[in-house]
């Protein structure tokens, strides 16, 4: 029998993470692509990302990606 943490399968660790530009103030920040939680500009606190229950609904302008591993 399994015994700890249960692990889900299929669900993995790694991610996507984003660099969004603030459509209203320009600050550049990291967003985690599937962000369970919405992500609000550390400056202006404008909506940057909006979890959907897989990748977050990205607001701004994504300046970069970097694939997590
Ligand atoms: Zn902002």
Redesign the pocket.
């Known amino acids: 029998m399994a015994r700890g943490p249960t692990h889900l399968p299929g669900v993995s660790m790694a991610g996507s993470f984003h660099r969004v530009r603030?459509g209203?103030?320009e600050?550049e920040q990291v967003v985690f692509g599937k962000a369970s939680s919405v992500v609000s500009?550390a400056?202006?606190g404008?909506t940057l990302a909006t979890p959907t229950g897989g990748e977050a609904e990205l607001a701004g302008d994504v300046v970069e990606t970097v694939e997590a591993r």
Do not use: A, R, S, Y
């Open positions: 603030c209203d103030c600050n500009c400056v202006c404008t």
